[in-house]
Every structure is written in structure tokens, then in C-alpha cells.
């Protein structure tokens, strides 16, 4: 006869839950078939609570992302990836059911996480490139990550969970968050996003002038906490000596990303710290150094810039087709090419540049 398993890191949730909303029994989503057997949802279940602080909305939290029964990870501190998800979406008078998107949302984030490799935590973002809820008219286009408010670290026997709370932002917020610091953006904004409650009727945050400044002080006393940024397209032409004279060292970005890449110059190199730009198969490092040089290594290219070059090199990115030299830095040539937007079945639905 076997053993019954028992579920200890599921009964840990839950208990942190019960702490919250008492009895309430919440709406609950299993999987249907388990990922391991060949299912498509990767996460066990999802709950969904009925919140009435600050105001209605819906208090979702994942199971599977850590480790729900016995422990099969080698790492004895974390359970699993570490953390559990939650979402908090507003939730309109006389609503009965969470929204099905918001289920489908969390599974493929949990589809992202399990297919990577990669884990989300607290002051992480992503571009969704697109709508949270497929086909709806709002401007939340990516998602924060941060930790729920009301929902603190807990250990359970398989180990430590965090629980992040996803949070639907529009691109400018995004752009924001990443010149300066998403935790402390969602920090600046409790007064009018409390408890971080996505909603997709809102407009962007950047709208109040009382946030606008937030951002810009932040960024002058703080810098970026953004180290790395992937790009779309990058690439990088060492300088060449020829016999009738020397060609520049060529760096080649797409034009979606270039004004944010100049906000970060200014919020990282200038603030002594460098800037890694990577994309699937190229990591070019913008840093901070006394002179103008280029490192090419096997793994990465290293581009050293003068304070004067990078205000230069600011002023000059621009979302625009195009290249130009750096009267600053006369050994470096930058080329803006044109980003095709595409949809998930590969259209192009937009270009910039």
C-alpha cells in the first residue's frame, strides 16, 4: 500500500490565505491534465479571492511554482522556483466570476518560467507587446512584478516562498520603471494604485504631474537599477584599418529601443555604473571610462564611453532610421534600423522607424 502524499507547501498557501479572507472559499481552477503528464497548464491551480479592501477586486495565487508535496529540488532553501504568484484585478459590481484572460495570463507566465528557466522576482518587468487581455481596449501592455503587500515571505518544509504580485502597467510606465526603479515607481503611486490593483480601464500614471516628478527626481538621485536591457536587434562591426584609410567600429540598434536606451545612459553611465545591451545572439557593455575604447571578447563586446560622449550619444538616439557619428568619440558610428511589430501569428501590426 503507498503512502498518501501530503501536500505541505499547498496546505502553507492556503494558510496564508485563511489569514487573509477567513472562511471565504475561493474560486479555484485545477488543471485538468498534470503539465508532467503531458497537460498544458503548468501550475496545479489557481485561486481566486473576493477582496473588498481598498476597493472590489479579485485576489488570484497560483500553486506550482514551488514545490506543492514532497520536495524534489536539490536546493534545501528555496521550494521550487521560489515563489508563488499573485494578482490583484479590479473586479466590477455584481461580478461573479474571475475572468478566464486572468487564469490564462498566470499559466503562461508559468509557461514562460517553466520553459526558460527563467524566474521572476520582486522589481522584475515585461513587455507583453501587446495588450494583457488579448483584444481589449486598454493600455496596460506589460507587467511589473512585485512583492504583495499583504502577503509576506513564508517557510514552509520544502522552504522559502515569496509571493510576487504581477501588476499591469502601460508603456510609458514600463519606460518609466526601467529609467529609474519599479519598485519605487509602485511606491511613489500607492496614493492612487493602492495595493497595485490592476484595472484595465485606467490611463497611465505618467498622466499626474505629482508622478512625473516622482520619476524625475528619482532618476536624478537614484540613476536606473535597469544593469541589462534586451533588445530586439543588435549588432557590432569592429573598426577596420584599410589602406586608404580607417573605417569606424559600427553599433547597430533597432529604433524601438533607442530613446530608452539614451534615458538609461543618462541613469546608468553617468552615474558610474555600466549599461548591457543583449539580445539573442550579442551582449554589447556601455561603460563609463576616461577615454573612448572598444574591447571585443569572446562573450561580449565591451564599448568604453567619455561623460562627453554618452551626453552626446543621448541627445542623438532617436526612434528614427538612420546613422550617425559621434564628434565625441570620432571611432564609433551608430546605425538606428527600423523595428517591425509583429502579432503571434507574425504580422506586422506596426513600425517605428
Not at 503539465?35 to 495565487?61: C, K, M, Q, T
Not at 522576482?121 to 493600455?139: F, R, V, Y
Not at 576616461?290 to 561580449?300: A, D, G, I, T
Request: with cysteine.
Amino acid at each position: 500500500m503507498s503512502e498518501e502524499v501530503e501536500a505541505v507547501g499547498w496546505d502553507a498557501i492556503e494558510e496564508q490565505m485563511t489569514r487573509l479572507y477567513g472562511e471565504q472559499k475561493p474560486k479555484h481552477y485545477a488543471a485538468m491534465l498534470p503539465y508532467s503528464l503531458g497537460g498544458n497548464d503548468p501550475l496545479n491551480g489557481i485561486s481566486a479571492y473576493e477582496a473588498e479592501r481598498p476597493y472590489p477586486h479579485w485576489h488570484f495565487v497560483t500553486f506550482g511554482f514551488s514545490e506543492l508535496f514532497d520536495k524534489e529540488s536539490e536546493d534545501p532553501e528555496y521550494s521550487g522556483y521560489g515563489f508563488e504568484l499573485t494578482f490583484r484585478l479590479a473586479r466590477s459590481h455584481g461580478e461573479q466570476e474571475p475572468p478566464a484572460w486572468a487564469i490564462n495570463l498566470l499559466q503562461n507566465m508559468a509557461r514562460y518560467v517553466f520553459s526558460s528557466g527563467n524566474i521572476f522576482a520582486s522589481g522584475h518587468h515585461l513587455d507583453a507587446n501587446g495588450p494583457i487581455c488579448l483584444g481589449a481596449d486598454t493600455q496596460l501592455t506589460a507587467l511589473a512584478f512585485t512583492d504583495d503587500p499583504e502577503l509576506p515571505a513564508i517557510d514552509t518544509p520544502n522552504g522559502r516562498v515569496e509571493f510576487l504580485q504581477m501588476v499591469g502597467i502601460t508603456a510609458e510606465e514600463l519606460e518609466a520603471m526601467m529609467t529609474w526603479n519599479t519598485n519605487a515607481f509602485l511606491a511613489a503611486s500607492q496614493d492612487v494604485l493602492p495595493y497595485c490593483i490592476t484595472d484595465l480601464a485606467r490611463d497611465s500614471l505618467l498622466r499626474l504631474p505629482a508622478i512625473q516628478e516622482a520619476v524625475r527626481q528619482g532618476i536624478t538621485r537614484d540613476g536606473s537599477k535597469t544593469g541589462m536591457l534586451y533588445v530586439d536587434e543588435l549588432g557590432y562591426e569592429p573598426a577596420k584599418n584599410r589602406l586608404l584609410g580607417s573605417a569606424p567600429a559600427v553599433l547597430t540598434i533597432g529604433a524601438r529601443q533607442a530613446p530608452v536606451i539614451a534615458k538609461l545612459l543618462r541613469g546608468r553611465l553617468l552615474k558610474g555604473a555600466p549599461l548591457t545591451l543583449t539580445s539573442k545572439k550579442l551582449q554589447v557593455m556601455l561603460e563609463p571610462r576616461p577615454q573612448n575604447e572598444s574591447v571585443v571578447n569572446p562573450e561580449f563586446v565591451s564599448i568604453g564611453l567619455t561623460d562627453e560622449a554618452v551626453l552626446e550619444l543621448e541627445t542623438k538616439l532617436q526612434p528614427k532610421e538612420g546613422e550617425f557619428r559621434l564628434s565625441a568619440a570620432k571611432d564609433l558610428k551608430v546605425q538606428i534600423r527600423k523595428t517591425y511589430i509583429k502579432d503571434q501569428e507574425g504580422n506586422v501590426v506596426e513600425t517605428i522607424g
